[in-house]
C-alpha cells in the first residue's frame, strides 16, 4: 500500500522557521513531480509549491516565493519544505502530493491543481501565532 506521510507541523512563532517533510512508503516517487498544498480553517486547499522530478525545476505561489523553498531527496524517498519567516496566515494544515501519472518529464516542475494529483498524504497542521 502506498503512503504519503507528512511531519513537522507544529507551532511556531510569528518570523519562525519551520521545515515539513513527506515520507513515501510502498513505492517510489522520485520519477514523478510532487507538490505541497495548504487549507486553512474555513478555506479551500490551496497550492502552495511543486518540484519536478529531478528536483531542478520548481514553481511556486506568489505568498510562497521568496519564502518559502521545496525541494527532494530522491534517494530517501523524501520532499521537504523549508518556510522561512512564518505569518500568522500560513496556519493551515499542509498536504503534499504525488502525480504517479507524470514520469521523467524534464522540464516540467508540477502543476498548480490539485486535479493533476493522485497521491495524497493525511496532513501535518501548522499554527503561527502573533
Known amino acids: 500500500q502506498v503512503h504519503l506521510v507528512e511531519s513537522g507541523g507544529e507551532l511556531v512563532q510569528a518570523g519562525d522557521s519551520l521545515r515539513l517533510s513527506c515520507a513515501a512508503s510502498?513505492?517510489?516517487?522520485?520519477?514523478?513531480?510532487m507538490a505541497w498544498f495548504r487549507q486553512a480553517p474555513g478555506k479551500g486547499r490551496e497550492f502552495v509549491a511543486s518540484i519536478s522530478w529531478s528536483g531542478e525545476y520548481t514553481f511556486y505561489v506568489d505568498f510562497a516565493e521568496g519564502r518559502f523553498t521545496i525541494s527532494r531527496d530522491n534517494g530517501k524517498n523524501t520532499v521537504y519544505l523549508q518556510m522561512n519567516n512564518q505569518k500568522p496566515d500560513d496556519t493551515a494544515v499542509y498536504y503534499c502530493?504525488?502525480?504517479?501519472?507524470?514520469?521523467?518529464?524534464?522540464?516540467?516542475?508540477?502543476?498548480?491543481?490539485?486535479?493533476?494529483?493522485?497521491?495524497w498524504g493525511p496532513g501535518t497542521p501548522v499554527t503561527v501565532s502573533s
Open positions: 502530493a504525488a502525480d504517479s501519472s507524470t514520469v521523467n518529464e524534464p522540464v516540467y516542475a508540477g502543476s498548480a491543481s490539485p486535479y493533476d494529483y493522485d497521491h
Open positions: 510502498g513505492r517510489t516517487f522520485r520519477s514523478n513531480p
